[in-house]
C-alpha cells in the first residue's frame, strides 16, 4: 500500500471530490452503480489508497456511498474505520456525524472503541452541532444499539432544545424516535422546547412519522397532545394508504399503549380498509394482527364478528411467529370482545403456547381469558405453567 508522503495530495482531492459529487446526485446514481465499470474502478482505487485519507475525505466516501445505498463491503467499511480513528478528536462534526449516519445505513458496526471515540469526539462538539446533526447521530446511534451515556443524552436534548426552531419534522421524528429506543429519561421541562416545535409542525409530518411521535411519547413518559393523537384521524385514506398493512396496524397498537382511543369512526376507516386487502388483514404480520385486535378489546370497540374472524384466521397461520405478549394479546382480546374462536385458531394458539415463556402477568392474563372462552386445554396448560413458575420461585 502506499504512503501518505507518496500520494500525491491532488489524487486523494479528485477521490473525494468524485465521490462528494455522487453522494449529491444519489437520486440519479443509485440504480446501476453495481455494474458501472467507472464507479467499481473509483471504488477499487479508493480501497487502496483509503489510509493516506484525511478526516473529511473518508467521512465523504462513507455518507455518499450510504447516500446511494451502495454497501461496499465489510472489508472497505472496516478499513475507512481504521484509517478515522487516529483522525476522531480533529475531525469536525460534520464527518463525525456523515460517518457514523453511514454505518448505521449500512448496519454495519464499526467496534465498541470507535464508537466510544466517536461519543467523546462528538460531545467536545455538540454546541456547534446543527439540528440535523443532532437527529442524524443519536438516529445512528440507536440503529447500532449504542448508548452514548445519559449525560451525552442530555446535553444532545438540551442542544436540541436551544436550537428547536431550526428542526425539519424528519429530524423531529429521527430524534424523538433515538431517544425512545435508547431509553432515554428526563424531565419533560427538557423537551419543552422541542414539544412546542412539533406542534407547529404536526401538518407537514408523513402519516408514519406521526405513529413514529405517539409512540416516542409513550415510551418517553411524555404525554401525547390532543392535537397530535387527533392528527392522523383528519389524514385522507389516500394518506392513510402510504402506511400500508403494518403501518396502520403498529398506528392502532400505539394508540393502545398510550390508551387513547382515537374514536370509533377513524377505528371503522382502518379496519374497513384493512379488512378490504386480499386476503383480508393480509400482510399485517402477527404483531399486528395481535396489535389491533388487543386496541381495538382496549377501547371496547368490537370491529364486528366478520372481520374479527378474518383477524383470527390470518392471526392463526401467523402464529408460529408469536412471541408470549403477542399470545397473550391475543387470547385476552377475544375474551373481552366476547368472540369465541373456531377450533383451528385455539389448536394453533395452543401449539404455540407449549413452545413459549410466559410471565407470571401473562399466564394470569391467560387462564382468566381462557376461562372466559371455555377453552379448557389453555386454562390447563397456563395453570401449570404457574404451578412450574412457583415452585421454581420457592427453590
Known sequence: MQQPD?????????????????GRGANDSR????????????????????????????????????????????????????????????AKP????????????????????????????AETHL?????????????????????????FLEAAVSRAGKIAYKFASVDLANLFWALAQLSFRADEELFETLLAQMEVQLQSFEPSKLTSLMWACYKLELQPSPSLLGTLPEKSDSVLTELGPRGLSFMLWTYGLIGKSPGEPF?????????????????????GLSGILWACARFAFHPGDDHVRALLEQSAAALPEA???????????????????????LQAWLARAQQLDFGPEEIQLCISSSKKLNFTDAQALMTSMRQTHSEMSVA
Open 6 to 22: 507518496r500520494v500525491p495530495k491532488r489524487k486523494r482531492q479528485h477521490l473525494s471530490a468524485a465521490f462528494a459529487w455522487l
Open 31 to 90: 440504480a446501476s452503480l453495481g455494474s458501472d465499470p467507472a464507479f467499481l474502478k473509483l471504488l477499487q482505487r479508493t480501497s487502496t489508497l483509503v489510509s493516506t485519507f484525511r478526516s473529511q475525505a473518508l467521512s465523504t466516501v462513507l455518507w455518499s456511498l450510504a447516500r446511494v445505498d451502495y454497501s461496499p463491503g465489510d472489508e472497505f467499511l472496516t478499513s475507512v474505520i481504521e484509517a478515522s480513528m487516529p483522525q476522531l478528536q480533529h
Open 94 to 121: 460534520q464527518e463525525l456525524v456523515n460517518s457514523l449516519w453511514a454505518c448505521a445505513r449500512f448496519q454495519y458496526q464499526p467496534g465498541p472503541a470507535y464508537l466510544k471515540a466517536v461519543a467523546r469526539a
Open 127 to 151: 454546541e456547534h452541532f446543527s439540528s440535523r446533526d443532532v437527529a442524524n447521530f443519536l438516529w445512528a446511534c440507536a440503529r447500532l444499539e449504542f448508548h452514548p451515556g445519559d449525560g
Open 267 to 287: 377505528l371503522r376507516r382502518v379496519l374497513d380498509k384493512l379488512g378490504r386487502s386480499v386476503p383480508a388483514f393480509g400482510y399485517c404480520g402477527i404483531q
Open 323 to 345: 412471541n408470549a405478549a403477542q399470545a397473550t394479546r391475543l387470547l385476552w382480546a377475544c375474551a373481552k370482545l366476547d368472540h369465541h374462536p373456531d377450533d383451528t385458531f
